[in-house]
T-cell receptor, first 113, second 111 residues
Framework: GENVEQHPSTLSVQEGDSAVIKCTYS??????FPWYKQELGKRPQLIID?????GEKKDQRIAVTLNKTAKHFSLHITETQPEDSAVYFC????????????FGKGTMLLVSP | DTAVSQTPKYLVTQMGNDKSIKCEQN?????MYWYKQDSKKFLKIMFS???????INETVPNRFSPKSPDKAHLNLHINSLELGDSAVYFC??????????FGPGTRLTVL
């Protein structure tokens, strides 16, 4: 089955800095890579996703890049703000049938004012 | 008009008891899931149902039994609760295999 590794487990940055979270996956058949944000005490919510036919996707201050050859994808957050503080999860799945998501173990991002 | 709802939000119980968590979605999705999130925040899939049929059953003790009376509901019953069952349980739904929408979670504490 799929295995998703996520690094780092914690990341502390100053407000205004950039933050990068990296994930690797094992199943070359995976073609859908969403990122979820979970604020303290809240539910995980999708913030951005990318499919394997695209190398990069941006949405305001967040972007995701995908390297299919290396089986590696990353989340980039620019101009971080305190409200970006949360746990971020990467995931991988196959866009076919009843495939489910395999999540990474999460990265706790702390943005200090 | 909550999309995915769970009850109860908190559940505190003694070891050995039996308890249930209910989940409902009003998004018209065909697939529903149960996840367990432990103290280290790891999200682990437990079960997946598509149109009331069990699709995925990960390595979960058979004390855990999901039931889907219809496409909009997926309940989780747990027998003989153990200390290690303490966690936050999230229900989710999707139009498989796309974006999953999570419920607010149920924090289960076993004493």
């Amino acid at each position: 089955g799929e295995n998703v590794e996520q690094h780092p487990s914690t990341l502390s940055v100053q407000e205004g800095d950039s933050a990068v979270i990296k994930c690797t996956y094992s199943d070359s058949a995976s073609n859908y890579f969403p990122w979820y944000k979970q604020e303290l005490g809240k539910r995980p919510q999708l913030i951005i996703d990318i499919r394997s036919n695209v190398g990069e996707k941006k949405d305001q201050r967040i972007a995701v890049t995908l390297n299919k050859t290396a089986k590696h994808f990353s989340l980039h957050i620019t101009e971080t703000q305190p409200e970006d503080s949360a746990v971020y999860f990467c995931a991988a799945s196959i866009l076919q049938g009843y495939s489910t998501l395999t999540f990474g173990k999460g990265t706790m991002l702390l943005v200090s004012p | 008009d909550t999309a995915v709802s769970q009850t109860p939000k908190y559940l505190v119980t003694q070891m050995g008891n039996d308890k249930s968590i209910k989940c409902e979605q009003n998004l018209g999705h065909d697939t529903m899931y149960w996840y367990k999130q432990d103290s280290k925040k790891f999200l682990k899939i437990m079960f997946s149902y598509n149109n009331k049929e069990l699709i995925i059953n990960e390595t979960v003790p058979n004390r855990f039994s999901p039931k889907s009376p219809d496409k909009a509901h997926l309940n989780l019953h747990i027998n003989s609760l153990e200390l290690g069952d303490s966690a936050v349980y999230f229900c989710a739904s999707s139009i498989s295999p796309y974006e999953q929408f999570f419920g607010p979670g149920t924090r289960l504490t076993v004493l």
